[in-house]
């Protein structure tokens, strides 16, 4: 699994400039921002980001050699933070910048799913 990451890791930082290579691994970085409690420890974050996990893989053996040919389905997380500071209702003046977000969306899903 480990491969599986690095290898979407460098294909996201390599092919989408905006994000300045800011893609990591998820392990909670977003949702410690939330957290109230002093034991809490925050990471810093830069955005636009994104953040990848791979929670499980599930695997079902096929036989072959020695019954150790196996398939296995993995699940992928792929998280794209943008920190929205513009104004996007209607008569904001900015309201394109919710087109332009989710163009970033769109590029990413774009990419992933080639």
């Given at each position: ?10 294909l996201v ?42 929670p499980e ?10 019954s150790k ?46």
């Amino acid at each position: 699994m480990e491969t599986l990451f690095n290898q979407i890791q460098q294909l996201v930082a390599d092919k989408i400039e905006w994000l300045d290579r800011n893609v990591d691994e998820d392990y909670g970085q977003l949702e410690m921002l939330y957290r109230d409690d002093e034991d809490s420890d925050t990471y810093p974050l830069t955005f636009p980001l994104v953040l990848i996990d791979i929670p499980e893989t599930s695997w079902t053996t096929m036989g072959g050699a020695f019954s150790k040919v196996q398939s296995g389905t993995v699940t992928v997380n792929v998280k794209l933070a943008i920190d929205c500071y513009d104004d996007t209702h209607f008569t904001s003046g900015t309201a394109d910048k919710a087109q332009e977000r989710a163009d970033k969306v769109h590029e990413l899903h774009s990419l992933l799913q080639g």
